[in-house]
């Protein structure tokens, strides 16, 4: 069944750039014209944790699987072999990996050998082994048994060849000046050869003789092959590029001299993570080889995490979207040239809406909710789905009345053969794989490197033994590519949200909340006892506003108005203290509406300053509320908002503009899911 990926039409569909690149569209469903003719780019989808990447290789996989020879390597889980010998490396293992998922015949192709890699790898793997230890020999050997049966399965599976081998091994004679790794691979590929290619000759042998030194001898470049891997360094480096050219070489050849027809669409080699040293161990010997005319029409799709990676400076950059019909990838002198870098783009509110329907057809929830969780995700794939399917598979009781907040409160079913999980702690394990994110909760609170320093010495002293915990906690988020932002330690709204939802709710300690109290306390105490900008805003967060209030009012009839809007934007920004399970209205609201029964009025305040405090406390919770990207947008709160603002221009004396105008722009801003704008109806909202 095929996964419903929103935006991603641009590779997938019958014309979409994959099968434009195959040569063939999903399923088999006829002959597409290749884009590139003879010189197909190395294709890259870059994006962030949660764009989707993984997700497109495994459909375009699912898409054409059966209909032409393909493989999904991830690169960052190759899996080292128990007890391999000195002869295994991850790009070998790699490469035999991608051979097995290559090999086998379709519904519509035959199987496909790999002779050539099969003597390399035979000749590599040979280069630990000794005349005493012919069991070390023997367990490599039955190892590359599956590798050997693409060539002859029946020979493979008889395994008498192993003895044979073995035999030959134990009768090399050292030759003086001749590497012994050397000598064991020419006696190992010998009796290979013998073996397993009498049908194919010499013609597999004979692909090593452009190895360095060969000197066109095939048996000469397989031994200088096997002692380049067993150097180790820069060496072994250029022995693994030469076998991952055997790797296309084989597969060229399969699609080399056969009748017209016999194969319809190219080889397909999907790469995961091929930012990783694997990923780019198997690409860069493609890229220059092709950079130095050799074509060998192996369609490769790879994905990486880091768009900005040095390995694409050269590329071509397109985003998603704009390959639908065309993706051009000019070639110039430099290897990198014949990379296309496709960057995933962000869901679109429309593609969003769209989740949500195919989750919850009926329409239960409110209508809000998906553009709210579009606020909330910044269209990230990963999070519009989860939480589409946690309002799908909600109670019917509570689907009515969700908020993106109460999304990261529900379990959802991940896989039916396992039980539903928690939301946000599924979704934060996604986005942020560490082995503890406790640290991560913690300084997500913090508003810079310097807040976020004094709160790791205070609350986090035991995780400072290996140096500033802030400063590696930075890195790392870096690393994952997770931007910078000026005025948050953790950038991405989405991630920081996960994380202060882990911070109030992970330790379950209703309704002392110790571990969030804790945090914003030392935050408050650090921003000393004036009643600035960021203690204030902490304030909020531990559902104190009295004080908040008290300074806005007190600063109302200063000549800087833009300055006390802004004060008034960020202190409102504060995350808000949930009650996980409450139900009913937001406690916000009625204060925003005026519909609060006991204002508790400071002592002592005139008849004019008392209505200019309950305006002040209305129009604070009101921006709370409606800037609360896990809350909803609510039409009588943002009309509400507009009213105490005009009201308030009335009663400055010399600032009446700017109030006027945030009177009219900032619900607009609300109602268009925009950061509120400052000036007010200033485009880019700054």
């Given at each position: 069944?095929?996964?419903?990926?929103?935006?991603?039409?641009?590779?997938?569909?019958a014309?979409?750039?994959?099968?434009?690149?195959v040569?063939?569209?999903?399923y088999?469903?006829?002959?597409?014209?290749?884009?590139?003719?003879e010189?197909?780019?190395?294709?890259?989808?870059?994006?962030?944790?949660?764009?989707?990447?993984?997700?497109?290789?495994?459909?375009?996989?699912?898409?054409?699987?059966?209909?032409?020879?393909?493989?999904?390597?991830?690169?960052?889980?190759?899996?080292?072999?128990?007890?391999?010998?000195?002869?295994?490396?991850?790009?070998?293992?790699?490469?035999?990996?991608?051979?097995?998922?290559?090999?086998?015949?379709g519904?519509?192709?035959?199987?496909?050998?790999?002779?050539?890699?099969?003597?390399?790898?035979?000749?590599?793997?040979?280069?630990?082994?000794?005349?005493?230890?012919?069991?070390?020999?023997?367990?490599?050997l039955?190892?590359?048994?599956?590798?050997?049966?693409?060539?002859?399965?029946?020979r493979?599976?008889?395994a008498?060849?192993?003895?044979?081998?073995?035999?030959?091994?134990?009768?090399?004679?050292?030759?003086?000046?001749?590497?012994?790794?050397?000598?064991?691979?020419?006696?190992?590929?010998?009796?290979?050869?013998?073996?397993?290619?009498?049908?194919?000759?010499?013609?597999?042998?004979?692909?090593?003789?452009?190895?360095?030194?060969?000197?066109?001898?095939?048996?000469?470049?397989?031994?200088?092959?096997?002692?380049?891997?067993?150097?180790?360094?820069p060496?072994?480096?250029?022995?693994e590029?030469?076998?991952?050219?055997?790797?296309?070489?084989?597969?060229?050849?399969?699609?080399?001299?056969?009748?017209?027809?016999?194969?319809?669409?190219?080889?397909?080699?999907?790469?995961?993570?091929?930012?990783?040293?694997?990923g780019?161990?198997?690409?860069?010997p493609?890229?220059?080889?092709?950079?130095?005319?050799?074509?060998?029409?192996?369609?490769?799709?790879?994905?990486?995490?880091?768009?900005?990676h040095?390995?694409?400076?050269?590329?071509?950059?397109?985003?998603?979207?704009?390959?639908?019909?065309?993706?051009?990838?000019?070639?110039?002198?430099?290897?990198?040239?014949?990379?296309?870098?496709?960057?995933?783009?962000?869901?679109?509110?429309?593609?969003?809406?769209?989740?949500?329907?195919?989750?919850?057809?009926?329409?239960?929830?409110?209508?809000d909710?998906?553009?709210?969780?579009?606020?909330?995700?910044?269209?990230?794939?990963?999070?519009?789905?989860?939480?589409?399917?946690?309002a799908?598979?909600?109670?019917p009781?509570?689907?009515?009345?969700?908020?993106?907040?109460?999304?990261l409160d529900?379990?959802?079913e991940l896989?039916?053969?396992?039980?539903?999980?928690?939301?946000?702690?599924?979704?934060?394990?996604?986005?942020?794989?560490?082995?503890?994110?406790?640290?991560?909760?913690v300084?997500?609170?913090?508003?810079?490197?310097?807040?976020a320093?004094?709160l790791?010495?205070?609350?986090?002293?035991?995780?400072?033994?290996?140096?500033?915990?802030?400063?590696?906690?930075?890195?790392?988020?870096?690393?994952?590519?997770?931007?910078?932002?000026?005025?948050?330690?953790?950038?991405?709204?989405?991630?920081?949200?996960?994380?202060?939802?882990?911070?109030?709710?992970?330790?379950?300690?209703?309704?002392?909340?110790?571990?969030?109290?804790?945090?914003?306390?030392?935050?408050r105490?650090?921003?000393?006892?004036?009643?600035?900008?960021?203690?204030?805003?902490?304030?909020?967060?531990?559902?104190?506003?009295?004080?908040?209030?008290?300074?806005?009012?007190?600063?109302?009839?200063?000549?800087?108005?833009?300055?006390?809007?802004?004060?008034?934007?960020?202190?409102?920004?504060?995350?808000?203290?949930?009650e996980?399970?409450?139900?009913?209205?937001?406690?916000?609201?009625?204060v925003?509406?005026?519909?609060?029964?006991?204002?508790?009025?400071?002592?002592?305040?005139?008849?004019?300053?008392?209505?200019l405090?309950?305006?002040v406390?209305?129009?604070?919770?009101?921006?709370?509320?409606?800037?609360?990207?896990?809350?909803?947008?609510?039409?009588?709160?943002?009309?509400?908002?507009?009213?105490e603002?005009?009201?308030?221009?009335?009663r400055?004396?010399?600032?009446?503009?700017p109030?006027?105008?945030a009177?009219?722009?900032?619900?607009?801003d609300?109602r268009?899911w925009?950061?509120?704008?400052?000036?007010?109806?200033?485009?880019?909202?700054?």
């Amino acid at each position: 069944m095929d996964r419903e990926l929103y935006g991603r039409e641009a590779v997938l569909e019958a014309r979409g750039l994959a099968a434009r690149l195959v040569g063939l569209g999903p399923y088999g469903r006829g002959r597409v014209a290749y884009e590139h003719g003879e010189d197909p780019p190395v294709t890259v989808f870059t994006g962030g944790r949660g764009m989707g990447k993984t997700v497109l290789l495994k459909e375009i996989r699912n898409r054409y699987r059966g209909f032409t020879p393909l493989a999904l390597l991830d690169c960052a889980a190759v899996e080292e072999p128990a007890d391999h010998g000195t002869g295994w490396s991850p790009v070998t293992g790699a490469l035999t990996e991608l051979a097995l998922q290559l090999a086998p015949r379709g519904d519509t192709f035959k199987a496909v050998p790999f002779p050539r890699l099969s003597l390399g790898l035979v000749a590599v793997t040979s280069v630990g082994w000794t005349r005493e230890d012919d069991e070390r020999a023997r367990r490599d050997l039955l190892r590359l048994g599956p590798l050997l049966a693409t060539v002859d399965a029946g020979r493979a599976a008889a395994a008498s060849w192993v003895g044979k081998v073995l035999a030959k091994l134990a009768g090399t004679a050292a030759e003086a000046g001749a590497p012994f790794a050397g000598l064991v691979a020419e006696a190992t590929v010998e009796t290979v050869v013998e073996e397993f290619f009498g049908v194919f000759r010499k013609a597999p042998e004979d692909w090593f003789g452009d190895y360095r030194n060969a000197g066109g001898r095939g048996r000469a470049g397989l031994q200088q092959l096997a002692v380049d891997f067993a150097q180790g360094g820069p060496r072994r480096a250029e022995a693994e590029g030469f076998l991952t050219l055997t790797l296309t070489e084989d597969l060229h050849r399969a699609y080399t001299g056969l009748k017209l027809g016999s194969r319809v669409g190219r080889p397909l080699v999907l790469l995961d993570n091929a930012h990783e040293a694997v990923g780019r161990a198997l690409v860069e010997p493609i890229l220059r080889a092709r950079s130095d005319g050799r074509r060998d029409h192996t369609v490769v799709l790879a994905a990486s995490r880091l768009p900005e990676h040095e390995a694409l400076r050269h590329a071509t950059r397109i985003r998603l979207p704009e390959t639908a019909h065309q993706a051009p990838c000019p070639r110039t002198g430099r290897v990198g040239s014949g990379l296309l870098a496709v960057e995933l783009t962000p869901l679109t509110p429309t593609q969003t809406r769209a989740a949500f329907d195919r989750h919850d057809p009926a329409d239960r929830a409110p209508a809000d909710l998906s553009r709210a969780v579009h606020r909330l995700t910044g269209g990230r794939p990963l999070g519009v789905d989860l939480l589409a399917r946690a309002a799908g598979e909600a109670p019917p009781a509570v689907r009515a009345t969700l908020t993106p907040g109460d999304l990261l409160d529900l379990t959802v079913e991940l896989r039916e053969d396992t039980a539903p999980v928690p939301v946000a702690p599924a979704l934060l394990a996604a986005l942020l794989p560490v082995p503890r994110t406790g640290p991560y909760a913690v300084l997500a609170a913090a508003h810079d490197e310097e807040s976020a320093r004094r709160l790791a010495q205070v609350r986090l002293p035991a995780e400072s033994l290996d140096g500033d915990v802030a400063l590696r906690v930075r890195d790392r988020l870096r690393a994952e590519h997770w931007g910078d932002h000026p005025g948050h330690f953790v950038g991405d709204p989405l991630l920081r949200a996960l994380l202060l939802h882990r911070l109030r709710f992970e330790d379950d300690d209703h309704p002392a909340y110790s571990a969030w109290r804790a945090v914003h306390e030392t935050l408050r105490r650090h921003y000393g006892p004036q009643p600035g900008p960021h203690r204030l805003h902490h304030d909020l967060a531990l559902g104190d506003t009295a004080e908040a209030v008290a300074h806005l009012r007190l600063t109302f009839p200063l000549p800087d108005v833009l300055g006390w809007l802004a004060l008034l934007r960020f202190v409102a920004s504060a995350p808000y203290p949930r009650e996980r399970g409450r139900t009913g209205p937001d406690p916000r609201r009625a204060v925003a509406l005026g519909q609060d029964p006991d204002p508790a009025l400071p002592d002592g305040l005139g008849p004019d300053a008392a209505e200019l405090h309950l305006a002040v406390r209305r129009l604070l919770h009101a921006v709370w509320l409606l800037t609360d990207p896990l809350a909803l947008p609510d039409e009588e709160v943002a009309d509400r908002l507009a009213h105490e603002l005009r009201r308030l221009s009335g009663r400055h004396l010399t600032g009446s503009g700017p109030l006027w105008d945030a009177a009219g722009h900032w619900p607009r801003d609300i109602r268009a899911w925009r950061q509120l704008s400052l000036p007010p109806g200033r485009e880019d909202g700054v």
